[in-house]
């Protein structure tokens, strides 16, 4: 079984304790490879050799990192199929899903920052005084699983273009994508000790990574409970902290808007990457005397398109839960909800696989918004209907959460428009909107801080200084 070590300094290096932890296929439950289990001496070296690159990586002009990450993201381009395959294998998605929503997002997002970053001005003149912005130092970059691959560019991209080095510790259950994001970054050539990693658990290398007296800054993507714990730590070594952190997002279709759309929107969230996404609409806010035909068309959508299975298989729609941790918590999420009388509409049912981690999706009815499943981020593929009576009870209840991450309003482009500016969240997609790699992206209230995707998101990284200078 092949063994896969840190890179630090430019060199794959062995984890000083020689502990290595199994990475297991949640498909099919067996374990294809090892990767080291770093102690905090490794995080040390690696945190030391980011600190003894930034001085030179920072002086560098835009334009030569710029370059830098162009070749990075060339790559990745030409090694698109052999990532997404990874992907399917240590995480679970459908590989026609990996294929666009996690390789092909991160390619789309990352081409558009290094675009937009040719026309930014790291220098301004304001009379005698010369603006400038740079790097802080050394980025400790803290990502979760269930983007392994765009979670680290959505970090790696503006802090590396905004002249901060970076020391990238991937979640423990996804690592290999991360892996061959470094092969692929060993042979573009950056500068030692530019770009580092370290494997290892969150509780451990993680945390000690994000309280390192050395480290600038904390980019950390993952749950709003760890993410508080990150906050309180940072704020004791005075650290600038990024946070995308938790969800619980509501779709507000309203009456004369397109129903069929609104379903295949939430379902769609719900269903693609086993609905463990952040962003996934999993609240459908509905007018109550149209909850019959909502119903009737979630069991058509559903009847016609969910295929749970193999995700290496280009029909699949829904595979596994990440780990048997994660399938045990999403079927608790389903019980409580029966348990709070919610009725399930459809799902609920063992899948007829025999190994791996999957669970059914599953829509709740008669959901009222006190209950936890409409309040807590479950983080797998269970939907709730909640009804409404009117357009301001509808606000109120998408309102009425500790996230605001993002969301949705189907119904007639006036009346989507606004409601979409009175609802407390950093994302709303009206109608048929898509997604703008340019666009900011981040939350409201407990779901974090800072904005990631284009010059929003470089601007996090940039320290600026004033020089005021004789007339």
Not at 133 to 144: H, L
Request: charged residues 25%.
């Amino acid at each position: 079984m092949k063994k896969y070590n840190n890179f630090i300094n430019g060199v794959w290096t062995a984890p000083t304790n020689n502990e290595y932890k199994e990475v297991e296929n949640p498909t099919t439950e067996e374990t294809f490879a090892q990767v080291a289990y770093s102690a905090n001496e490794d995080v040390d070296q690696a945190v030391e050799a980011a600190k003894t690159a930034f001085p030179a990586w920072n002086n560098l002009s835009l334009e030569e990192r710029t370059g830098y990450v162009e070749k990075l993201l060339a790559e990745i381009k030409a090694h698109k199929e052999e990532i997404r395959d990874i992907i399917v294998e240590e995480f679970g998605a459908a590989k026609t899903f990996s294929e666009s929503g996690q390789v092909g997002l991160a390619i789309d997002e990352m081409s558009a920052t290094v675009e937009a970053i040719k026309d930014y001005n790291l220098t301004q003149q304001i009379g005698n005084t010369k603006v400038i912005k740079e790097g802080y130092g050394v980025v400790a970059a803290i990502t979760p699983w269930n983007y392994p691959l765009n979670q680290i560019q959505r970090k790696i991209t503006p802090a590396l273009l905004a002249g901060n080095t970076v020391v990238v510790k991937p979640a423990s259950d996804t690592p290999l994508t991360a892996v061959k994001l470094f092969e692929l970054a060993e042979k573009v050539g950056f500068p030692k000790g530019v770009f580092n990693l370290i494997l290892g658990s969150g509780s451990g290398a993680g945390n000690y990574l994000a309280e390192h007296e050395d480290v600038a800054v904390v980019s950390f993507t993952g749950s709003t409970e760890v993410g508080q714990g990150l906050y309180e730590n940072a704020a004791k070594g005075i650290k600038h902290i990024i946070l995308e952190l938790g969800g619980k997002s509501a779709l507000v279709y309203l009456p004369g808007g397109d129903l069929s759309f609104a379903v295949k929107k939430a379902m769609g969230t719900i269903l693609n990457n086993q609905g463990q996404t952040c962003t996934a609409l999993t609240r459908l806010l509905v007018p109550k005397d149209e909850l019959a035909d909502v119903e009737a068309e979630v069991k058509s959508f559903y009847e016609e398109n969910v295929v749970i299975g193999d995700p290496a298989d280009p029909n699949t729609l829904v595979g596994p839960m990440v780990s048997a941790n994660q399938k045990k918590t999403v079927l608790e999420y389903i019980e409580k909800g029966k348990a709070e009388g919610a009725k399930v509409l459809v799902g609920d049912k063992k899948p007829a696989i025999e190994t791996g981690h999957f669970v059914t999706p599953t829509v709740f009815t008669n959901v009222t918004n006190d209950m936890t499943i409409a309040q807590e981020e479950i983080f797998g593929p269970v939907l709730v209907i909640i009804t409404y009576d009117t357009e301001e009870e509808a606000i109120e209840i998408a309102n009425d959460s500790i996230y605001g991450l993002s969301g949705a309003v189907v119904g007639p482009t006036e009346d989507a428009y606004k409601v979409a500016k009175q609802l407390r969240t950093g994302n709303i997609f009206v109608n048929k909107s898509e997604r703008n790699p340019l666009a900011p992206f981040g939350g409201y209230k407990q779901s974090g801080l800072g904005r990631e995707n284009g010059l929003f998101g470089v601007e996090d990284y940039l320290e600026t200084k004033a020089i005021f200078l004789e007339d």
